[in-house]
């Protein structure tokens, strides 16, 4: 079993109330695929209740826009956000994977699947979000204006999702970072017991 990624990034001991944070955020994290599967059930409960409740659905004066480049630059935009997202998440797990430094080492190799299943969907998600965003703008410009908003929507929540489990897996890495660099410069700044009595 996989400790939790956050706990492998720090010795400072935490306060009652980051404890507790950290759990949450510990099961957020670690159940990334869960969390995502949630999301989606949750958009499709929204656009389903949508369809009797329309005061639930805050797309639909896109449905009834007749300039269709309105919607169809929003949802590219959010695409092209979601693109970044996960480039810039392809960069830090890179840095991650490649660093021979002991903590960084140590770091994977605690964290076991736990880390591997945050890596694997700190990219796929906001992938998932452009391509949502792109099939979104396609049906927007097709026959499907009712139903390009929840496409968007779906890719929102992903990209959400995506780039808080970015940022949590960079805060880890940056603890991380920090607190190798503070130790060899404790290590640098040592003076040995020989050249206290010379």
């Known amino acids: 079993m996989s400790a939790p990624i956050s706990t492998l990034a720090s010795d400072e001991p935490p306060t009652w109330l980051g404890k507790k944070t950290r759990v949450i955020v510990d099961g957020l994290v670690d159940h990334s695929l869960a969390v995502a599967a949630a999301l989606i059930v949750l958009v499709v409960a929204h656009a389903v209740s949508a369809i009797f409740w329309h005061p639930l659905n805050p797309y639909k004066s896109l449905a009834f826009d007749t300039n269709t480049g309105t919607a169809v630059t929003l949802y590219l935009g959010a695409a092209a956000a979601a693109a970044i997202v996960a480039g ?109 009595f010379d």
């Open 88 to 196: 810039f998440a392809g960069v830090v797990i890179v840095f991650t994977i490649g660093s021979e430094a002991d903590r960084i080492q140590r770091f994977r190799f605690r964290s076991g699947k736990a880390l591997h299943i945050a890596w694997m969907a700190v990219v796929a998600e906001p992938f998932a979000a452009t391509l949502l965003g792109i099939i979104a703008a396609m049906i927007q410009t097709t026959s499907g204006k009712a139903v390009a908003p929840w496409f968007f929507e779906t890719g929102l929540v992903l990209l959400a999702q995506g780039a808080l489990l970015l940022l949590k897996l960079l805060s880890d890495v940056v603890g991380i970072v920090h607190a190798q660099d503070y130790e060899a410069h404790v290590k640098k700044n040592q003076i040995s017991t020989d050249e206290l």
